[in-house]
């Protein structure tokens, strides 16, 4: 019987793989994690024979668990499992077990764990062990050069939703909750605008209302509106307020 850990930030994602395995004869799923450090703490305790684990996660990527999973003194077969091409080509190429890349069918799936069962009964623990911290090193390396597209996480029921900070054009604040607008679609998640700024910084967003967090680059003008108020034009033709404590802001802008 293989046994299999689903890592995997998505609830959703990890219903579907679990789904999928209830199809596949003689795999039975051990433990399910949806954030780093959840992962390791839950492998360790069921030592699945294969982890399916999604790279792009909270609290410690899938790069960070396969790294620490090398402490284990049994290393499961690791199938990386991400939305995004360039990795999965990478940690293919540079002999992971497999890849997974989203969405993927009942079929890839089955084939992924097929490989994994032949990989452990074939390979010793030293050479496995070997490959993958090989991988892992290489692979981080790689994405230090070529990723730098920040992330930034918001909690949404039970659920983490990531956002790409440089997909941001501005939030406005409803006191605990936000709205983030992108140039692609609009979230609404419970988060604070203050913590938003920290998060983001000031280099490329700017506060300028009690409510209003915007990209730098983004500001078009400042319009003058009489009585010391004054609002700003976006590139996309969208005006926003200024409030009267964030206007030396505009001035560093």
Same mark, same amino acid.
């Given at each position: 019987?293989?046994?299999?850990?689903?890592?995997?930030?998505?609830?959703?994602?990890?219903?579907r793989?679990?789904?999928?395995?209830?199809?596949?004869?003689?795999?039975?799923?051990?433990?399910?994690?949806?954030?780093?450090?959840?992962?390791?703490?839950?492998i360790?305790n069921?030592?699945?024979?294969?982890?399916l684990?999604?790279?792009?996660?909270?609290?410690?990527?899938g790069?960070?668990?396969?790294s620490?999973?090398?402490?284990l003194? &049994?290393?499961?077969?690791?199938? !990386? @499992?991400?939305a995004?091409? =360039? /990795?999965?080509? $990478?940690?293919?190429?540079?002999?992971?077990?497999?890849?997974l890349?989203?969405?993927?069918s009942?079929?890839r799936?089955?084939?992924?764990?097929?490989?994994?069962?032949?990989?452990?009964r074939?390979?010793?623990?030293?050479?496995?062990?070997?490959?993958l911290?090989?991988?892992?090193?290489?692979?981080?390396a790689?994405?230090e050069?070529?990723e730098?597209r920040?992330?930034?996480?918001?909690?949404?029921?039970?659920?983490?939703?990531?956002?790409?900070?440089?997909?941001i054009?501005?939030?406005?604040?409803?006191?605990?909750?936000?709205e983030?607008?992108?140039?692609?679609?609009?979230?609404?998640?419970?988060?604070?605008?203050?913590?938003?700024?920290? &998060?983001l910084?000031?280099?490329? !967003? @700017?506060?300028?209302?009690? =409510? /209003?967090?915007? $990209?730098?680059?983004?500001i078009r003008?400042?319009?003058?509106?009489?009585?010391g108020?004054?609002e700003?034009?976006?590139?996309?033709?969208?005006?926003?307020?200024?409030?009267?404590?964030?206007?030396?802001?505009l001035?560093?802008k």
């Open positions: 019987m293989l046994r299999v850990a689903i890592v995997d930030d998505e609830r959703l994602a990890r219903t793989i679990a789904n999928a395995i209830e199809m596949i004869p003689e795999v039975e799923i051990v433990c399910e994690a949806s954030d780093g450090e959840q992962a390791i703490k839950r360790r069921k030592t699945p024979s294969v982890v684990l999604d790279i792009e996660m909270p609290h410690g990527d790069f960070y668990v396969a620490r999973l090398l402490e003194p &049994e290393l499961p077969e690791i199938i !990386f @499992v991400t995004f091409s =360039s /990795y999965a080509a $990478r940690a293919f190429e540079h002999g992971a077990t497999d890849y890349l989203k969405p993927f009942e079929k799936l089955s084939h992924a764990l097929t490989r994994a069962r032949e990989r452990i074939l390979k010793s623990l030293d050479e496995r062990t070997a490959r911290q090989q991988l892992v090193e290489r692979l981080r790689e994405r050069q070529t730098e920040r992330v930034v996480w918001f909690k949404s029921g039970n659920e983490q939703v990531r956002v790409f900070a440089d997909e054009n501005y939030a406005s604040a409803d006191r605990d909750y936000l983030i607008v992108t140039g692609q679609r609009v979230l609404h998640l419970r988060h604070t605008i203050s913590a938003l700024t920290e &998060e910084g000031t280099v490329d !967003f @700017v506060r300028i209302h009690r =409510s /209003y967090l915007v $990209r730098r680059k983004l003008g400042v319009r003058t509106l009489g009585q108020k004054c700003i034009e976006l590139e996309t033709g969208e005006t926003l307020p200024v409030g009267a404590k964030f206007k030396d802001n001035n560093n």
